[in-house]
């Protein structure tokens, strides 16, 4: 019986997110699809203005860049933007922001090619979705 416990709490173990196969994920479009607040609300999104975009370097720095989509691949925004650097910390990545206004610092919780969510200081989780840009065929 010792050993099923064992063996159980291995594969537990061993299937656990590592924080490092996140940050290839988090590169691109990204559409805020809810929030959960930290007391359990939630509060869902069902049109977007704007979406995210996130830029990684190999070093682990970049930046996030608020956009507006148009159509056909086309972006408007102004050169506004955060800079980032990614930390794997204590088993998770975290994300840090610069703006010559504030810093702060956001866990990332899942990130796939479909998906990112991440927690906030204050605990609120963002739940994001891949953007799928606006095609019109215009001929």
Known sequence: MKNYVWLLCLLICSCADNPETFIPHLEGYWEIEEVTMANGSKKEYQFNETIDYISVSDSLTGFRKKLKPGINDTYF??????TIQLKIEDNTLNIYYTTPYANWK?????????????????????????????????E
């Not at 866990?107 to 840009?133: F, G, H």
């Open 77 to 82: 925004t102004s050169d506004d933007a955060e």
């Open 106 to 138: 956001e866990t990332v919780l899942e990130a796939n090619s479909d998906q990112l969510r991440i927690m906030n200081e204050d605990e609120n989780v963002y739940l994001y979705k891949r953007y799928t840009p606006i095609k019109l065929d215009l």
